[in-house]
């Protein structure tokens, strides 16, 4: 079970609420922000741009691949430990708006982990130290350390064996 906080809504769908729920120009100042680091080739400045405008919590010798996607409405709540890649075009959400609700929940991930091109991590998840994420995957659960977990939904695959 993802570990997310549910705030039910009245009325209009959770999204179209938006701006009752995050301010307009943090959106904005984020929007930005992201949309510069997404295309840097530098890694040292998309890890600053993050820790120093979102408030993401990102570990030393980090990278994130080109077109890498952080929660545009609650970045602060990701943190990212030393040592890991984060694969193009991959998306880490910290929220989920639904029809009569939405859901906020922190993002862990370890140090040393490898999280494959085009993976969706969805709210409330924890990935252990030295995981391996494959290409695809939905991570829709909390991973372990040391295991190589991919699919859609993600599930462990194998335990990786220590170095």
């Not at 996607?69 to 959400?93: A, H, K, Q």
């Not at 409330?124 to 372990?144: E, H, K, M, T, Y």
């Amino acid at each position: 079970m993802r570990r997310t906080n549910r705030y039910p809504v009245q009325g209009a769908n959770s999204l179209w609420q938006l701006y009752k729920t995050v301010p307009f120009w943090k959106v904005a100042r984020n929007f930005i922000v992201i949309q510069i680091a997404r295309y840097t080739p530098f890694f040292g400045m998309k890890n600053w741009l993050y820790r120093t405008f979102l408030g993401t919590q990102v570990g030393h010798q980090t990278a994130f691949g080109l077109m890498a996607m952080l929660d545009i409405m609650f970045p602060e709540r990701i943190r990212v430990g030393s040592n890991s890649i984060i694969g193009y075009n991959s998306t880490i959400l910290a929220h989920e708006y639904l029809i009569e609700e939405y859901r906020l929940g922190d993002v862990i991930i370890g140090d040393r982990v490898m999280i494959g091109a085009n993976t969706t991590i969805l709210p409330g998840v924890s990935i252990g130290d030295g995981a391996v994420i494959g290409a695809g995957s939905l991570v829709n659960r909390d991973i372990p350390p040391g295991v190589f977990a991919a699919g859609n939904p993600v599930r462990i695959i194998r335990e990786l064996q220590a170095e």
